[in-house]
């Protein structure tokens, strides 16, 4: 088997290996890098997963990326060490379940990616000898998540970007109280311009000396671990070869495009609902064919989907046969009908959002946060026009109540208990430098650093 090859979006620069890819974060030409071809897993090979831990899938899939980069032992210590928590199912009705993807180090689905990502990147890094920054900006899980599985890794400084008014105070210490080889930087502004100022950061010249990347899901190495707990789901789920639904809250579309490369892999899957906040670009996109990103993007209760532009609609809609730049422009259109018939998207409003959390308390006596609420309402909204049937259906929980205390607590009257390893995090004191939404500063703390 030859080395798996990724190209970019833009189709204007040279493909890479999943190691380059992955060290290089965004392409030269700015755009994503994406699979040349996905690898196949045979339908025997999906099959066995139904009898095997999470751990051991996440090594079975993502060893058809790894051919040749990092030996199998390898990756399979990698998969044992970062995926040493559990994945609860929990059955909502009949064959409808909440996938909880917030048993991680900071208690949200983002620690699925970083925890691999922080241990591929340490691999290179060491056989390389090389140093690198990590820079990333977050709306609050995916610094939290970045700081924790980075921390303390040799060769790697992390510099985390947020939106000081924009998350909440769990979500901020989360991220604020690690220290050695993490910085946070609080910005006086919105998620979308932490993104803006870590974007140009990548493009300046003035900054090319300095080895940088990034963590966010522009990252193929953010996508391809998220594809891992789709086949997991379906693999305790779905009988034999059975199409699964999955409604997943969406903000820049990388969880949900995890499910796409699930597909794309060989997993049958009936619907993919992507439920999106009051950020509702790519619903209308849907729609009418046409994109109008949202800016500056609209906030939401779902604070970690506040995206007007999610970064990931250049590869799903390189997956049907377009192309769309980093800016939204479209040059070629892809593929409506398909698209269509393979997935649904709604918008979630903030009042039905208070109201998913509090209904499914009432009806499941399951707690929700805000975002697994979005994925719930959106799940109703598929499930109005198209019937499930009995076909098994997942609703992705991408974070903890416990993140989302003051929200929860409106809605159901009590606040939702802390896990363990948030306590911890919640006690330590927090340290960050602050500074005002203007590239020129970040610059020069950027210079001065390195
Ligand atoms: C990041 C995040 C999302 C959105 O994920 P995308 O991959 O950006 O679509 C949803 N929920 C939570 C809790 C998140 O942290």
Redo the contacts with the bound molecule.
Sequence with gaps: MSTLLFRSTNGQSPAVTLREALLEGQAPDRGLYFPEKFPKLTCDEIAAFAQLPYHEIAFRVLAKYTDGIIPNDALATMCREAYNFSIPLEKIYDRVHLMRLDQGPTA???DFAAQMMARMFGRFLREDGKQLTILTAT????GAAVAHAFHKIPGVQVIVLFPIAEVSESQRKLMTVLKDNVRTVAIDGKFDDCQAMVKRAFADPDLAHIALSSAN?INIGRLLP?SVYYFYAASRLAKDGEPIVFS??????????GAIVAREMGLPVKKIIASVNDNDAFPKFLATGSYQKICPSRNSL?N??N?GH?S?LARLVAVYGGQMDETGKISRQPDLAAMRRDLFSTSVSDARTVAGVRDFWNKFQLLL?P?GAVAWQGFLDWNAVEPLGDAPAVIVE??NPA?FPEEVEKVVGWPPDVPENMLAALKLPEDFDRMDADYAKFKNYLLARH
């Excluded at 709306?139 to 995916?142: P, R, V």
């Excluded at 997943?248 to 495009?257: A, H, I, L, Q, R």
């Design positions: 949200s689905f983002k709306s609050g899980d995916t899901s998220q997943v809250p969406s903000g820049n579309f990388g969880d949900m495009m779902s970690a989907m995206v999610p990931n946060e975002h991408t974070a993140k």
